[in-house]
């Protein structure tokens, strides 16, 4: 059963379809040497959860929002530290616009409506702060302002997502794992690990469903 009206023939269903296979075909390449496929893969994942939004008369920030976390995929998949830098910038605008999008869309009266959204907010913050505490040390001068923008960004974002649905907060919730595990993997370790090679994968298993659950959560309710 599809989640669109129709079968897998509709643009609807045909554009999640392959979205999926996309993102799929990116993970299985992740043990393979960075490429411009592979980059372009990558960026069709989340850039065809854009499209599906756009062709759904979605809310043009929920768009905008995925068109801008597929370009950062974009960029920051390129061995260039310009388009890395500008792949981070887009990473960050994404979620601002994501949180834009949660606060204007959201209703404030269900942050407190049910215990476990103040719970998990509270979770959130004490988490965000034990993380830029555990890691401030090891982060060079020049990337502890880049964590720190891009930690408050995730956090916005994240204390936003609990104005909406349960889907969408799963979604976030995901998208936050998904942060922890590319901090996890770019931190210096202390010695050799072969677990350390899992981090990319679970990275983007947790970027992509986040995005998914989002986009799903936005368009079905």
Do not use: C
């Not at 023939?9 to 411009?36: H, R």
């Not at 060079?140 to 609990?162: E, F, I, K, N, V």
């Not at 998208?175 to 901090?183: D, N, P, Q, R």
């Amino acid at each position: 059963m599809m989640p669109f009206p129709g079968g897998i023939e509709t643009l609807a269903n045909a554009t999640l379809i392959f979205s999926v296979v996309a993102a799929i075909g990116y993970a299985f390449s992740l043990s393979l040497p960075s490429s411009l496929r592979r980059s372009a893969v990558k960026t069709l994942a989340i850039g065809l959860l854009a499209v599906l939004a756009f062709e759904q008369d979605a809310p043009l920030l929920l768009a905008g929002a995925l068109g801008l976390s597929a370009a950062s995929d974009a960029l920051s998949s390129q061995p260039n530290a310009r388009t890395d830098v500008a792949g981070f910038v887009a990473g960050i605008a994404a979620f601002l616009a994501f949180g834009l999008l949660f606060v204007t869309y959201g209703t404030a009266g269900l942050l407190f409506s049910d215990p476990w959204r103040l719970a998990l907010a509270a979770a959130m913050i004490a988490l965000a702060a034990a993380i830029l505490a555990r890691s401030w040390g090891q982060l060079g001068r020049r990337r502890r302002l880049p964590a720190l923008a891009y930690t408050l960004a995730l956090l916005l974002m994240a204390l936003s997502a609990l104005m909406t649905t349960p889907k969408i907060v799963a979604g976030v919730l995901l998208l936050t794992g998904s942060a922890a595990a590319i901090l996890a993997a770019r931190l210096p370790a202390s010695e050799p690990s072969s677990q350390r090679a899992l981090w990319p994968f679970a990275a983007w298993v947790l970027r992509y469903t986040g995005h998914l659950a989002i986009t799903l959560g936005a368009l079905l309710g």
